[in-house]
């Protein structure tokens, strides 16, 4: 059984840092890309960040670039967001996928984690 546990989420003021891992397990991930989205109350889950199996290339949703940086082991099964500059709208539940493609789009996705909430106050 695939699963994807995130962690790192918490509470945490405007302007401040943090950051989040996610470990995948159950099966091989060779090839996969990884990558999380975001889903603040109301709104549609959205791309946030993906990176490539090799971690050699990444992808960022413009709202985060220069923010926030993804990252990989290589060869592991496990991936980080590293959020700075952190701003109230970046509140949301983030979610750790995982996919053949790396994609922008939820549904070029396939596996998903549970979520771990971030909240930024103002």
């Known amino acids: 059984q695939v699963q994807l546990a995130e962690s790192g989420g918490g509470l945490v003021q405007d302007g401040g840092s943090l950051r989040l891992s996610c470990t995948a397990s159950g099966r091989t991930f060779s090839g996969s890309a990884m990558g999380w989205f975001r889903q603040a109350p109301g709104k549609e889950r959205e791309f946030v960040a993906a990176v490539s199996w090799s971690g050699g290339m990444t992808k960022y949703a413009d709202s985060v670039k220069g923010r926030f940086t993804i990252s990989r082991t290589y060869g592991k099964n496990t991936m980080y967001l590293e959020m700075n500059s952190l701003k109230p709208e970046d509140t949301a539940v983030y979610y750790c996928?995982?996919?053949?493609?790396?994609?922008?789009?939820?549904?070029?996705?396939?596996?998903w984690g549970q979520g771990t909430q971030v909240t930024v106050s103002s």
């Open positions: 996928t995982a996919g053949s493609r790396l994609g922008l789009s939820r549904y070029e996705y396939d596996y």
